[in-house]
């Protein structure tokens, strides 16, 4: 059986500008979707109606597993059918969250992703470009020196242009 290759996207297709918080607030996992999905709402990209059952389905998917991948990231995700694209709200914790994470360290980035549910090709495309950059020393520890929005749109771009 045949599947289609898809094609990394580049982080700043996906990510919300309006998203990003270089200083995210929140300790505790549940804690930090919420202010993610918060900035979500505040960006355009959530609506307030549906904050709470996208907090739910990402908290119901971290139950099973944790997305917390180790080396201070966690990539928390969910699917929805009434989102076209994929897109992510990034968070930068300076103390870092209990996340749950298999290495039982703190985590310091998160990549929360909603993704069409309708078109599972997408959400792999963003996770694997997620992913491509957190498995990089460098790119972890420049997110995590972040203390701007500017700075992490700098880090997404020179990611994107592969240096």
Same mark, same amino acid.
């Given at each position: ?49 549906? %904050? ?26 969910? %699917? ?84």
């Amino acid at each position: 059986m045949a599947t289609a290759k898809t094609e990394p996207m580049k982080l700043r297709e996906i990510v919300a500008e309006k998203a990003i918080l270089p200083a995210l607030v929140a300790e505790k996992r549940d804690d930090a979707i919420h202010e993610l999905l918060t900035a979500l709402v505040a960006a355009g990209r959530v609506s307030p109606q549906m %904050k709470a059952s996208f907090a739910k389905s990402i908290i119901d998917r971290e139950k099973k597993g944790s997305t917390g991948l180790g080396k201070g990231v966690a990539t928390p995700h969910a %699917k929805h059918k009434s989102v076209k694209r994929p897109f992510v709200a990034i968070g930068v914790s300076k103390g870092g969250v209990d996340f749950h994470s298999i290495d039982k360290q703190p985590v310091h980035s998160i990549f929360l992703l909603i993704s069409p549910e309708e078109h599972p090709e997408l959400h792999l495309a963003a996770i694997q470009s997620i992913y491509s950059q957190l498995t990089k020393d460098q790119f972890r520890n420049f997110l995590r020196q972040a203390t701007t929005i500017e700075d992490v749109l700098t880090i997404l771009e020179e990611a994107d242009a592969g240096h």
